[in-house]
């Protein structure tokens, strides 16, 4: 992988400013709003357009922390990467200078790793850093080096980096995963559409998110189909063309704000919903005695329920989808706060994803943490306000909605791990008729 270059870096973000919410809790949610692109789909989006040198264009993209991020490290490979309005971002990736993604960027976002397939595919070569991203437990990206291994890689792991090659062009085989990995399934797809020949990924992730990157890779001209729900087979293209594609919506956002209009008591009307995407969510919500009316593109939340005998008690278990998202565990472990009874959650995916739930009870959730996979919740807990710190992207979320639902003021601290995934939260909560500010830390200057 020698290069009479060096590598050459430049990214130097705007330093994080440290940011808190303030929220008074009390009143209940009523209007509507609108649901945001997806971020699981739009990252993977961006580092698609990669295995083009024509111009792609993407609508719908939110206006959050990580896509600036990948943008921006897409900018410093050479890739050119314009955003022209709002929600629109275009790449054209007509040549890259640096094939090296560096550890500046990786630890912002763990999704900086699905530029390993497709700079690879395309281009032969490429040094990436271990991914970083929240602090939910380990997230190894084994499954990802040993499937590009399996098409022809040759990689090294040396000082924190993967250095990879691809002499001659990768070559189409069968992936057998030892177990589901969304990434991993997206990395070796986006791989296998430049790749020699026939390629099948066993099991392969079902994620939405997943069918929406097959569909703008068709667009390009790929030949990727999902041949059976676990099934994806890729024929290998020298090449594929640009594409416009609309980012699907963001079924983790729309649940979010379901959890919102029932832990308020309130009613509310979620636009530009995925409401196909969310049936084992949705099931929960409505065991748990939430009222839920459906169409294509909307959800009507009726969170009424609460005033008169509360919500029921459900056991969850987070799985891959269909399943119970992993993400979208902590609002509904919110919700779980204000059901009477005992609730049991059982996070399969993360072995930290619990540990924010000691926030939550210093906030007065009775909630029992039995190992790093269980907890038990027993409701109904009388929420009061309370100076709590968001330690992850989801949890963050969530911590809002306890707020919202709570007696009283909290402040919560790190918002800007909210920014990461979610497009201007406090102003559609604002919307809505929630009381919260976002504000910098020891500064009183309200920014919403």
């Not at 499954?143 to 993967?162: C, F, K, Q, S, T």
């Not at 729309?254 to 309130?266: K, L, N, P």
């Not at 059901?339 to 009775?366: C, N, P, Q, Y």
Request: aromatic content about 6%; overall charge negative.
């Amino acid at each position: 992988m020698a290069d009479a270059r060096p590598f050459h870096w430049e990214y130097r973000p705007e330093p994080v400013t440290r940011e808190l919410f303030q929220v008074e809790g009390g009143c209940a949610l009523s209007g509507s709003v609108s649901i945001s692109g997806a971020k699981n789909a739009a990252l993977k989006l961006l580092a698609a357009a990669v295995l083009t040198g024509e111009r792609c264009r993407f609508t719908n993209v939110p206006e959050i922390e990580d896509v600036r991020v990948m943008a921006q490290t897409l900018r410093e490979l050479g890739v050119v990467v314009d955003h022209p309005e709002p929600n629109v971002y275009e790449v054209a990736a007509g040549d890259v200078e640096w094939l090296f993604v560096p550890l500046e960027a990786a630890a912002k976002m763990r999704a900086s790793f699905m530029l390993l397939g497709p700079l690879l595919a395309r281009f032969g070569r490429v040094i990436i850093s271990n991914p970083g991203g929240d602090r939910i437990g380990r997230r190894p990206v084994n499954l990802h080096v040993d499937a590009m291994r399996a098409l022809g890689a040759e990689i090294e792991y040396r000082n924190g980096y993967y250095f990879a090659t691809a002499p001659g062009r990768l070559r189409g085989t069968e992936v057998r995963f030892p177990s589901v990995s969304v990434m991993g399934t997206e990395n070796v797809m986006l791989a296998a559409t430049l790749a020699d020949g026939h390629t099948v990924i066993r099991p392969a992730a079902q994620e939405p998110e997943i069918d929406d990157l097959i569909a703008f890779l068709q667009k390009m001209g790929a030949n990727v189909q999902r041949t059976y729900p676990d099934t994806i087979e890729v024929d290998g293209k020298r090449r594929l063309r640009g594409a416009e594609h609309r980012v699907s919506s963001d079924r983790i956002e729309a649940g979010t704000f379901v959890v919102a209009g029932a832990v308020t008591g309130g009613r509310i009307m979620l636009t530009n919903a995925p409401c196909d995407h969310l049936g084992a969510f949705l099931e929960t919500i409505q065991q748990a005695g939430v009222g839920i009316s459906c169409t294509k593109d909307t959800i009507e939340v009726d969170g009424t329920a609460l005033g008169g005998a509360g919500f029921r008690a459900v056991d969850i278990t987070t799985g891959t989808y269909p399943g119970l998202a992993t993400d979208i565990q902590p609002p509904t472990s919110v919700l779980l706060t204000q059901a009477t009874g005992a609730s049991k959650v059982h996070e399969t995916i993360f072995e930290d994803r619990l540990e924010w739930m000691g926030e939550l009870r210093r906030m007065g959730a009775k909630i029992r943490i039995l190992d790093s996979h269980r907890a038990v919740i027993t409701g109904r807990s009388k929420l009061h306000g309370a100076d709590v710190e968001i330690g992850d992207l989801r949890a963050g979320a969530s911590l809002i909605l306890a707020a919202l639902a709570a007696r009283g003021t909290t402040t919560i601290h790190g918002a800007h791990h909210v920014h990461r995934g979610y497009e201007n939260i406090d102003g559609k909560f604002l919307g809505l008729g929630a009381r919260i500010k976002r504000l910098e830390e020891g500064n009183d200057a309200t920014s919403s």
